[in-house]
């Protein structure tokens, strides 16, 4: 019941490349984005002050970022002050170590979950399995993913990449392994599979007493945590149990209550396209009778920061909007960026928490077109084509590449060179080759390189007096 793991996937070209042969896949996240890219474009269209919205988004959280140091330990001491404990993880082995502590010292031997990205990320649920510890996801596409040993593909919707027929399949053959079985004939109807898991989930929620949850802000001034969801799973995981652990990454502090108006109102309508959406749950502390335990994530945050550029990925409330303009993700799926951040934000937050080890890592920054749907969707305008450009000046690149690039620098530098160079050019273009040899092969596979003009622009235009002659 591990979900799986990312951990050793191939680069993403590879990933991508087979994703795209599955006809099924590609039609599934075509239906699903264009709908929740449609219904975001038009309540987002009924805000005449959604511009405003979006720079007061990116400047709340520019500022946090700023003195994230002098908020985080408001933070600490209001959720102590009202008898929550508050433990710091410097990365995921700790984080996941202080979770397993946590409920072993309950004598509990299984927990409820809340979706939440930040466990994912750390691989809370294998770690804790290891310990002896099952934990269970509670939110629908979640469960979806857990009961089909399956990984996340999407940050809103996990299970995007599977269709109803697929899911009456999962819950068939594997709910009754895990607790309360499908019911008898059940169909493939949204309303039948929602019910299924309904009654599976609720025989859980009353009898776990340990809950595991993320949240989408912190309040520094108040200490309060804040989930929003649509399912309600969130408010039983949240008020049921005995002990409530959050495991919430550093960056999701916002100063004050007041702050958390603009992203109530930027987050529904990007995620979901609601206006709304129908739970927000808050809490502060621990109530009596029940025990708090907040884990602060560091994980690679801190170093992300230190990163002029590429800390603005720090300001991501995980809306997902950006996945669902992404013509790449449309077509490769979640699954090929190899993490729990697929598409865009993905793209550029794996490679800086994870560094660029890997072939996978160091792959992601090229996973884009460059287009800049993904900045224009983003409510608080992360401008990632920026930060994928970044990026990809500290991958490392082959030989042959770095030295083509430093001669077209050369060149470049001086308007006199660049003259000799098109000259030079026009004098060789008979000998211009079809496609390039050795290594550069693989560039003119897909394209055709294009013909060397006879005269250059320049020279033209000097011969001619700007076409006077
Ligand atoms: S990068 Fe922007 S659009 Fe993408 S998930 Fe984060 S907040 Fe949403």
Redesign the pocket.
Known sequence: MSGGTFLGMPAFPRNAAAAVQDSQLRFNLRKATHTIRGKRASVVAELPDWAELRAAGKEIKDHTLRNLDRYLLQLEEAVTAAGGHVHWAADAAEANRIVADLVKATGETSVVKVKSMATQEIGLNEALQEEGITAYETDLAELIVQLGDDWPSH?LVPAIHRNRSEIREIFQEKMASYGRAAPEGLTDEPRALAEAARLHLRERFLSTKVAVSGANFMIAETGTLVVLESEGNGRMCLTLPETLISVVGIEKLLPSWRDLEVFLQLLPR?STGERMNPYTSTWTGAVEGQEFHLVLLDNGRTRVLADEVGRQALR???????LNVCPVYERAGGHAYGSVYPG??GAILTPQLRGMGSALDASLPYASTLCGA?FD????A?D?PEVLVHLRGKARHPRAERLGMRAAGWVFDRPARLAGAQRLGARLRRFVPGRLPGPLAGWTDTRDIPDIPAESFRDWWDRTDGGAR
């Open positions: 940050i990007s991501c409330i995980r809306c997902s909007a950006c865009p934000i993904c969707a983003c409510p608080v992360i990632i």
